[in-house]
């Protein structure tokens, strides 16, 4: 323990910065925030695998009921074109209605970045609705962007929406031929085996909320984080692959809508940086009745390419609450804000994690 304690303690005076013009300290090292972390919310049905689809068939599919959200990836690994279909089935007898209160989804297309960005920016606009209503057992397509389901071979589809359900609806993700009529396809297609990442399943509780265990003061806490998507701070979602009943992890937690709550004494900046490569996203900020989407990065395509790979001191270091805020670390400015702020985050389709949320006093 002492070997640990004088490890650390050499860390942070190596990369201790002090100014010879004052007495004022500037530190690279940045300390772990404290959150509680809550669960709430319906259903999540994830469509990750297998992602490289090389043949026709059922993807996923599984009952839900009440709250749900839909988050499905995949793409044509066909030599000819394919169609994606979203089928909802009514389970009862009873009329049933399905509202889709948001969503997003990018036409398909061989840039994965840019598909995930656009989604995910469109989900955080918040600003899609739709409605279907089921008859008696009955099964519809749902297809809201027309040619958007249709891809060429080696282009990716990817989308996600929240939906209500008064009663039992059955979805089903499939990919079927170009000239398929999907309904009657659907009677007779086989599930597909999902692939060795094993990225799909139905996940209980698909809203995330963190927030500070104590009000921020960057002149006391100076340079600060909260680590998203690591799986030790921020634990990844355990479910069910309904189509065969096995356990499943959605290793990046990709369809878990976030809400961070933050709290700060005085003005203080805050930032997105990636850790895991290359990131392309968007989040939504709320602030006194004030709200907008930030593209992150706003200024390019994506970014993380540039941060150096960590070093094993470095990620030891971050698995004891201490991060390295380096001349070469990334940033992707979140805005400065005084008082309380939230932000609405899920992680990007295509986008590697973990990432942090750097906070920092503004004028730094």
Do not use: W
């Not at 809201?144 to 008064?166: A, E, M, R, T, W």
Request: charged share 20%; proline share 5%; aromatic share 12%.
């Amino acid at each position: 323990m002492n070997f640990v304690k004088k490890f650390f303690a050499t860390i942070i005076a190596a990369l201790t910065l002090t100014s010879n013009a004052s007495a004022e300290k500037i530190s690279s090292v940045m300390h772990k925030l404290e959150v509680f972390s809550q669960d709430s919310g319906g259903t999540l049905i994830f469509s990750d695998s297998p992602e490289y689809v090389r043949r026709n068939g059922i993807l996923y599919t599984d009952t839900v009921s009440g709250e749900a959200r839909i988050l499905f990836y995949h793409l044509n690994d066909t030599g000819v074109r394919k169609r994606f279909a979203i089928i909802f089935e009514n389970t009862s007898k009873a009329k049933t209605v399905v509202n889709i209160t948001r969503g997003g989804m990018s036409a398909p297309n061989k840039n994965y970045f840019s598909v995930g960005k656009i989604t995910q920016t469109m989900y955080m606009e918040d600003d899609f609705k739709d409605r279907i209503e089921l008859g008696s057992y009955e099964r519809k397509l749902y297809q809201p962007y027309g040619n958007y389901f249709l891809l060429k071979p080696g282009q990716l589809i990817h989308g996600v929406c929240d939906f209500v359900s008064n009663n039992p609806v059955k979805v089903f993700l499939m990919m079927y031929p170009e000239n398929a009529d999907p309904l009657q396809f659907l009677n007779h297609a086989e599930i597909l085996p999902k692939d060795e990442c094993r990225l799909r399943g139905t996940f209980k509780q698909m809203n995330r909320t963190l927030t500070l265990k104590k009000t921020y003061d960057g002149k006391r806490d100076g340079l600060c984080y909260v680590l998203i998507g690591d799986n030790i701070n921020d634990r990844f979602k355990h479910g069910i692959d309904a189509t065969d009943g096995s356990e499943v992890i959605n290793y990046g937690n990709y369809g878990i809508n976030y809400t961070l709550n933050f709290r700060t004494k005085f003005l203080t900046r805050f930032c997105l940086s990636p850790l895991g490569g290359h990131y392309a996203g968007a989040l939504r900020y709320k602030y006194y009745g004030d709200s907008g989407v930030i593209q992150t990065p706003d200024k390019r395509l994506y970014f993380g390419d540039r941060t150096p790979p960590e070093n094993p001191a470095v990620s030891l270091a971050r698995s004891e609450g201490i991060s390295i805020l380096t001349e070469g670390t990334e940033l992707s400015e979140l805005g400065s804000y005084r008082g309380q702020v939230s932000f609405e985050y899920s992680p990007p389709g295509a986008s590697n994690l973990p990432i942090n949320i750097v906070l920092m006093p503004s004028e730094k």
